[in-house]
């Protein structure tokens, strides 16, 4: 009998289906962007940055349905070379939570009045080995990604979908599937990266 591989075909294609309906035509969104401001005084270099229109209609959508959004931050800071390759010094990983919690956005449990178009990230600041010469240059380069639905989740569901004894031959739809939702949750994540110069008070 060929029932169980139709069941689990009808639960794998209904999730798609579902999956899919979060790109049902909606007003267009605005591209994401991110900038930085980066300071230098003495050793210690501060950075300010923030992330614009990263969520999207879709991803307003889950994020009201309950589902948190994970704002994931990269920020390099580097030495600027005239005739050599620019020297990497630091690097700095962050990671925030968005949310949607009593009728309002939240990030790491901060409200935000005005909504989610412009998100404020947690400041970073490196300390220098020693004092730069007066002459050196460096420059901050950041890559800011939000993600509501991650890979490993739709991966986690594709499994679930598929649970059971399989048909021979069944295999590959359990691949495809899991492919799928996959290639899903890397439509809805969005991402951005810019650069600033470090700049010393006059």
Known sequence: ???PRKHVGRRLGTALIAVAGLHAPMVHAEEPRTTCTATLAGRRVMVRSEAFDFVSPELDRLVRLGMAGKLEVELTLWQRNTVWFDARMDTARLTQVLAFSKGAYVLDGRPLPEGPASLTLERVAWTLEKRPEPGARYEVRISVRLHVVTAASLGRVAAWLTQGKQAPGEEGNTLTG???L???????ARGASARCDVTRPP
């Open 1 to 3: 009998m060929d029932w």
């Open 182 to 188: 996959r290639s899903v949750a890397e439509d809805l």
């Open 178 to 180: 899991t492919v799928l």
